[in-house]
């Protein structure tokens, strides 16, 4: 069984593979083992990027997927996702 990790690289590379070149906006993704984190990121320019980061979490009891968006350059960004990343896994930031 695929994870969802699985899917998006799967998807990412048809994306970044369509027109027999690079697209005008490449698109990247990093995650984790198990699943809990998904980040969808492109570079706008050399130094920034946006995150589009997906936490999977359990709120209430239930299971849920906390979205948030960040951008910027890529250091600041990038910290501030994990950050917030973090504390939604309710791990010490």
Do not use: C
Not at 24 to 44: C, D, I, N, T, V
């Amino acid at each position: 069984m695929r994870d969802a990790m699985d899917v998006l690289e799967m998807w990412l590379g048809e994306y970044n593979g369509r027109g027999g070149g690079r697209p005008a906006m490449p698109l990247g993704s990093k995650g984790e083992a198990g699943g809990a984190q998904l980040r969808l990121k492109y570079h706008p320019t050399p130094d920034t990027i946006a995150i589009l980061h997906l936490v999977a979490v359990l709120r209430d009891g239930q299971p849920a997927i906390e979205v948030k968006s960040f951008a910027g350059p890529v250091t600041e960004a990038s910290v501030e996702a994990g950050l917030w990343a973090s504390t939604q896994l309710g791990r010490r930031p």
